[in-house]
């Protein structure tokens, strides 16, 4: 399996081939496509692989940055193009929780700008909050113990605890695209989860 995410922070790509894991990072999640596909391409060139040795495919589909999300998406549709393989769907926020070790609940959030923030909120390990676009006041007013973010929050947080990001975006998506099942819903492409209107959307109403 080959897995890439961009929505967030770094970009991130691995492949998971006969139980080892081999990763590689941008310290941007704005690369463009012809940043990408070298680094993926090198990332098999140093495992020795082809890209028909590819089975399958993993994206991390946001919310999080739209040209970053776009591009990730777009560029494993194109190497799929010819290849057919299943593409599976991963969820940003749920890499980013998988950042922290701890079995409370506590809140991922990323600042959406123009006054929002996407928000997910994860206990042992599971998502028991479907990621959402809110105005900031409307998460406070959730009143958040905890929360985990890779950015800096433009709010005031009322007290809730800020948790360490203890592991790299690399060991986070690999521990995310492990638990893939083959039985898991997958495509021959996907698109992006946006879940509020891009800017020129909002320039447009």
């Not at 970053?68 to 969820?91: D, E, H, M, W, Y």
């Not at 990621?131 to 709010?155: E, G, I, M, R």
């Not at 007290?159 to 203890?166: E, R």
Request: include cysteine.
């Amino acid at each position: 399996m080959l897995a890439l995410d961009t929505g967030v922070g770094v970009s991130a790509c691995l492949l998971l081939a006969n139980g080892a894991v081999a990763s590689v990072s941008l310290a941007t999640s704005r690369a463009h496509s012809k940043v990408l596909l070298p680094m993926l391409q090198g990332l098999l060139d140093k495992q020795g692989l082809a890209w028909q040795d590819i089975q399958s495919f993993a994206v991390g589909v946001g919310p999080g940055s739209f040209t970053a999300l776009r591009v990730a998406c777009a560029t494993i549709a194109g190497i799929n193009a010819s290849l057919q393989k299943p593409v599976f769907r991963l969820a940003s926020l749920e890499i980013t929780a998988n950042q922290t070790d701890t079995e409370e609940a506590f809140w991922v959030i990323e600042d959406a700008r123009s006054g929002l923030v996407y928000v997910a909120e994860f206990a042992a390990g599971q998502c028991i909050t479907e990621a959402q676009c809110l105005p900031w006041q409307d998460f406070l007013n959730l009143k958040p113990a905890a929360y985990l973010t890779l950015s800096d929050a433009p709010v005031d947080m009322q007290g809730a605890f800020a948790l360490p990001v203890q592991y790299s975006r690399e060991q986070a998506l690999a521990k995310v695209a492990q638990a893939i099942s083959i039985s898991d819903p997958s495509a021959l492409w996907v698109e992006p989860l946006y879940l509020q209107a891009s800017q020129a959307e909002k320039n447009l109403a």
